[in-house]
């Protein structure tokens, strides 16, 4: 049984010793125009989502999902996240690609977290992605705003898709 625990703290030991070597030694890739790998994008969504899933409340959307509000939810997403995450124009947006790991491009395929998961994300961003603490500089309301417009983007009121497409300069 010793021998055991020995080969296991051996490995551990031979494991974080090559990763501090691999790091040290400036074998790791930091150039953000590489493509996340199928590993890496795992692991990080993962870890993402068991973050969130530990850290953020799990609470109802306090705005009602009301044309207005949809609208003005819209209007902040225009403002302040199509740069990265696609335009009203559902769109892939060419900044958000030259991201490291590219910038989800939420009204291509939508979300289908719940919507606290979005404003958790939303408010508190999202280390080392680009993702910035919008909290710091946007009321609650307007993020829920926001989180609400994400959520329903595939299924957007009539109203408000009209808007939309104005937005745009099109009347398809």
């Not at 044309?67 to 060419?94: F, P, S, T």
Request: charged share 20%; with cysteine.
């Amino acid at each position: 049984m010793g021998k055991f625990i020995a080969g296991i703290v051996f490995a551990l030991v031979a494991f974080v010793l090559g990763a501090f070597i691999y790091a040290r030694g400036g074998y790791m890739p930091v150039n953000a125009d590489a493509t996340p790998s199928s590993l890496e994008r795992w692991a990080a969504n993962k870890a993402l989502d068991a973050a969130i899933e530990h850290q953020a409340p799990q609470v109802e959307n306090p705005i009602p999902k009301t044309d207005a509000n949809l609208i003005e939810g819209m209007k902040l997403y225009a403002m302040n996240c199509g740069v990265c995450h696609g335009g009203l124009d559902r769109k892939r947006n060419v900044l958000g690609g030259a991201f490291y790991p590219p910038a989800p491009q939420v009204l291509v395929r939508g979300l289908d977290d719940p919507e606290w998961h979005i404003f958790f994300a939303i408010k508190h961003g999202v280390r080392l992605t680009g993702m910035p603490a919008w909290g710091k500089v946007m009321s609650d309301d307007d993020l829920w705003k926001v989180t609400a417009f994400l959520k329903t983007i595939n299924q957007l009121p009539p109203a408000v898709e009209q808007q939309r497409r104005q937005a745009l300069g099109s009347s398809d």
